[in-house]
């Protein structure tokens, strides 16, 4: 149990669907992540939020749409998606957006499938 | 530019000794992370580096090497839960964690 949570585990879309990815922390922390993970490659950071504000976006379609309503919820809501963007979608949270050893924790992820 | 290394996949045997190594190119340096991710679960904390030298924790040690470039993951008395992906993760300049794509341990009995 590493005190994040992500629902659902596994989404089926079409390319014309809407939906949302959510994501919860249990650990007090105030900077929340969102990484994509495709087989073979490694982690694409994707946003950052430190207190609730957006401080990345690393360059991401605006397809992916990010929301982070308080530092304990983050949610990124699909829309028109392509088949390329069927992957691994993770959360993680982290104590606060610093260097040094400030850690990473990870939810399971949400396995996404674009028809 | 940003470059992380580590071999794809491993295969070594219950009881054995295994050393996953991992070298970076990175602009700045502020620490490596190394994680544990399962099969369809979160990636998990295993050992932070920011100095050089070996940390150990258990079966697991953390080497670093800021000179080089280098780091390793060993892992002893190799169980068969120790399947899994191991992620090498460094975190450089403006802090961001820029991760590799992971090496695939298999544990054979």
């Known amino acids: 149990e590493t005190g994040v949570t992500q629902t659902p585990r596994h989404l089926v879309m079409g390319m014309t669907n809407k939906k949302s990815l959510k994501c919860e922390q249990h650990l007090g922390h105030n900077a929340m992540y969102w990484y994509k993970q495709s087989a073979k490659k490694p982690l694409e950071l994707m946003f950052v939020y430190n207190f609730k504000e957006q401080t990345e976006n690393n360059s991401v379609p605006s397809r992916f749409s990010p929301e982070c309503p308080n530092s304990s919820h983050l949610f990124l809501h699909l829309h028109t998606l392509q088949p390329e963007d069927s992957a691994l979608y993770l959360c993680?949270?982290?104590?606060?957006?610093?260097?040094?050893?400030?850690?990473?924790?990870f939810g399971p992820g949400t396995r996404l499938t674009v028809l | 530019g940003q470059n992380i290394d580590q071999p794809t996949e491993m295969t070594a045997t219950e009881g054995a000794i295994v050393q996953i190594n991992c070298t970076y190119q990175?602009?700045?340096?502020?620490?490596l992370f190394w994680y544990q991710q399962h099969a369809g679960e979160a990636p998990t904390f295993l050992s932070y580096n920011v100095l050089d030298g070996l940390e150990e924790k258990g079966r697991f040690s953390s080497f670093l090497s800021r000179s080089k470039g280098y780091s390793y993951l060993l892992l002893k008395e190799l169980q068969m839960k120790d399947s899994a992906s191991y992620l090498c993760?460094?975190?450089?300049?403006?802090?961001?964690?820029?991760f590799g794509a992971g090496t695939i341990l298999r544990v054979k009995s």
């Open positions: 990175t602009s700045g340096f502020n620490g």
């Open positions: 993760a460094v975190r450089g300049g403006g802090n961001k964690l820029v």
């Open positions: 993680a949270s982290s104590q606060e957006l610093a260097g040094g050893s400030d850690t990473q924790y």
